[in-house]
C-alpha cells in the first residue's frame, strides 16, 4: 500500500490504526495468558511440595511399621494391611 501511496494517505491510516489495534489486543492477551501461566506455576509448585512431604515421610513410616512387626507376626499382618491402606490414601496415584 506505501508502494502506490504516503503515509498521509487516509487508507494507510486507517490500517495504521488498526495494526496498533490488533497489536494492542494481542498483547493484552498475552499478559493475561502470562498471569494465567504464573498461576498454574504457583499451584503446581505447590502440589509438588505437598507431595514431596508426603514422600519423605514414607521410609520413617516404614521403619515404624517394620519396627513393631518383628515384635509378633500377627501384629505384623496387621500393620501390613493398614500400610497398604495408607499408601492408598497417602499415594492414590500408585
Not at 19 to 24: A, I
Not at 34 to 57: D, F, H, M, P, W
Request: charged share 30%.
Amino acid at each position: 500500500m506505501l508502494k502506490s501511496g504516503t503515509t498521509s494517505n487516509p487508507q494507510v491510516k486507517n490500517i495504521d490504526k488498526q495494526l496498533d489495534g490488533l497489536k494492542s489486543s494481542i498483547m493484552d492477551g498475552l499478559k493475561s495468558q502470562l498471569a494465567t501461566l504464573r498461576i498454574t506455576k504457583n499451584n503446581l509448585a505447590r502440589q509438588e511440595n505437598r507431595y514431596n512431604s508426603k514422600v519423605g515421610r514414607v521410609p520413617t513410616i516404614d521403619r515404624i511399621f517394620k519396627g513393631i512387626s518383628d515384635s509378633n507376626k500377627l501384629k505384623n499382618r496387621c500393620i501390613c494391611i493398614c500400610w497398604k491402606n495408607a499408601k492408598k490414601r497417602l499415594f492414590p496415584w500408585l
